[in-house]
Nanobody, 115 residues
Framework: QVRLVESGGGLVQAGGSLRLSCAAS????????MRWLRQAPRQQREFVAG???????NYVDSVKGRLTISRNNAGNTVYLQMNSLKPEDTAVYCC?????????WGQGTQVTSSS
């Protein structure tokens, strides 16, 4: 079993920055992709950013140039550096670990960017 715990959310003014962390523990598959997704009120959950084992990243167009995903060398923690936040970035951000044997999800952390 894999457990994911997010941290780092909060309330910031538009234009501000936050850094989210997601720590994975348990029986972590060697080959995996970690992702950040978000869900705003009354909207569907959307993909934000992903990073593979070998560091390949991808992003939804709306966050390119402002949000950066990274992971530590041990591969068990993923980060989301969020700069130039906009009110439309307000959402609950969840991390996910995707592997051959299944997908694992965290509980999420609230990010609010006020105008």
């Amino acid at each position: 079993q894999v457990r994911l715990v997010e941290s780092g959310g909060g309330l910031v003014q538009a234009g501000g920055s936050l850094r989210l962390s997601c720590a994975a523990s348990g029986s972590i598959p060697k080959i995996n992709t970690m992702r950040w997704l978000r869900q705003a009120p009354r909207q569907q959950r959307e993909f934000v950013a992903g990073i593979s084992n070998d560091g390949i990243t991808n992003y939804v167009d709306s966050v390119k140039g402002r949000l950066t995903i990274s992971r530590n060398n041990a591969g068990n923690t993923v980060y989301l550096q969020m700069n130039s936040l906009k009110p439309e970035d307000t959402a609950v951000y969840c991390c996910a670990l995707i592997a051959g044997r299944g997908s694992y999800w965290g509980q999420g952390t609230q990010v609010t960017s006020s105008s």
